[in-house]
C-alpha cells in the first residue's frame, strides 16, 4: 500500500490560488493511477481530477472549467492540483488518492481508489 499526505490548503481569497501537493511513499509512484477529491461540509465527496501513472492522461470534472490542472513528478514522488480563480464553492477538503494500476487508465470515481490521503482543507473567502 501506498501512504500519501496532502499539504498546501489554506484560506485564500476569491480568484486566489492555490496549489496542493500529494506525498507518496511506500512503493513505486509511478504504478499508480492518482486523483484528487473534495468534499465540501455536508455535501458527498466528488470528483475533481485525474492523472494517469506516466502523467501522459489528465480528465477533469466539468465544473472545474479550466481552472485547475492536475500533475505529478513521479521523480519526487508527488503529485500537484494548481487551482486558480477560486470560488467560495471551492471551499471544501481535499483529498488525493492512488491505486495500483498496469496500464494508463484513468480513475474516475472514488470507488476506484484504495489509498486515500487525510485531505487538506481549501477555504475560499473574502
Known amino acids: 500500500q501506498v501512504q500519501l499526505v496532502e499539504s498546501g490548503g489554506g484560506l485564500v481569497q476569491p480568484g486566489g490560488s492555490l496549489r496542493l501537493s500529494c506525498e507518496a511513499s511506500?512503493?513505486?509512484?509511478?504504478?499508480?493511477?492518482m486523483g484528487w477529491f473534495r468534499q465540501a461540509a455536508g455535501k458527498e465527496r466528488e470528483f475533481v481530477a485525474a492523472?494517469?501513472?506516466?502523467?501522459?492522461?489528465?480528465q477533469y470534472a466539468t465544473w472545474v472549467q479550466r481552472r485547475f490542472t492536475v500533475s505529478r513528478d513521479n521523480a519526487k514522488n508527488t503529485a500537484y492540483l494548481q487551482m486558480n480563480g477560486l470560488k467560495p464553492d471551492d471551499t471544501a477538503a481535499y483529498f488525493c488518492?492512488?491505486?495500483?494500476?498496469?496500464?494508463?487508465?484513468?480513475?474516475?470515481?472514488?470507488?476506484?481508489?484504495?489509498?486515500w490521503g487525510q485531505g487538506t482543507q481549501v477555504s475560499v473567502s473574502s
Open positions: 488518492a492512488a491505486r495500483l494500476t498496469v496500464t494508463g487508465a484513468l480513475l474516475l470515481s472514488e470507488n476506484d481508489y484504495v489509498s
Open positions: 511506500g512503493r513505486p509512484f509511478s504504478d499508480y493511477a
Open positions: 492523472i494517469s501513472r506516466a502523467g501522459t492522461r489528465t
